[in-house]
């Protein structure tokens, strides 16, 4: 158990529909990244942020936005879903920044029909 | 461009060694990362190198040549369990993050 939580764990959607995925870093992480991993894929590295803030940005569509909340836990709101966005999405925090190891959560399997 | 290349996949027999390469080409060097990842679960970190040399823990160890832009990961003693894929991550002078796609490694009996 690496302390990061991911909710939901299953995800079953339509086309067109919006969805937010939610993830609890480890206590006293400051950094939060989001990745999706579609099928037999690499990671794809979309979005980092530090303590309330964006840090680093990667393949991040313009359907998809984050945030981090106060508390330090973080969403991921994925709009005008398409086929193509069905993946494992991936949590992952650190204590700092991108130089120290990232813990992940399960993930959230996404399933677009 | 900013790159990290792996071999898509591996195999070996268990009780052998295996070494699966990374080479990476970023704008600066940070360090860089193994992990490891099974089927349909959340990868896992195994090692983190920013100076040259092999750092061993238990049956894995982990090289990097930063004058060559170029890190192993080295397996002994493989187990069927070992079966999973290695991902090999770099991190530039911005301590951007840049993802190899993976080395999947399949363990024979």
């Known amino acids: 158990d690496s302390g990061v939580t991911q909710t939901p764990k299953h995800l079953i959607t339509a086309t067109g529909q919006r969805v937010t995925l939610r993830c609890s870093p480890r206590?006293?992480?400051?950094?939060v990244y989001w990745y999706q991993q579609s099928l037999d894929q690499g990671l794809q590295f979309l979005i980092q942020?530090?303590?309330?803030?964006?840090?680093a940005k990667g393949n991040i569509l313009e359907r998809f936005s984050a945030q981090q909340f106060p508390d330090l836990h973080s969403e991921l709101n994925l709009s005008s879903l398409e086929l193509g966005d069905s993946a494992l999405y991936f949590c992952?925090?650190?204590?700092?920044?991108?130089?120290?190891?990232?813990?992940f959560g399960p993930g959230t399997r996404l399933l677009v029909l | 461009g900013q790159n990290i290349d792996q071999p898509t996949e591996m195999t070996a027999t268990e009780g052998a060694i295996v070494q699966i390469n990374c080479t990476y080409q970023?704008?600066?060097?940070?360090?860089l990362f193994w992990y490891q990842q099974h089927a349909g679960e959340a990868p896992t970190f195994l090692s983190y190198?920013?100076l040259d040399g092999l750092e061993e823990k238990g049956r894995f160890s982990s090289f990097l040549s930063r004058s060559k832009g170029y890190s192993y990961l080295l397996l002994k003693e493989l187990q069927m369990k070992d079966s999973a894929s290695y991902l090999c991550?770099?991190?530039?002078?911005?301590?951007?993050?840049?993802w190899g796609a993976g080395t999947k490694l399949i363990i024979k009996p």
């Open positions: 992952a925090s650190s204590l700092q920044g991108s130089q120290e190891t990232q813990y």
């Open positions: 206590s006293g992480d400051l950094s």
């Open positions: 942020y530090y303590n309330g803030e964006e840090r």
């Open positions: 970023t704008s600066g060097f940070n360090g």
């Open positions: 190198n920013v």
């Open positions: 991550c770099g991190t530039d002078s911005n301590y951007q993050l840049i």
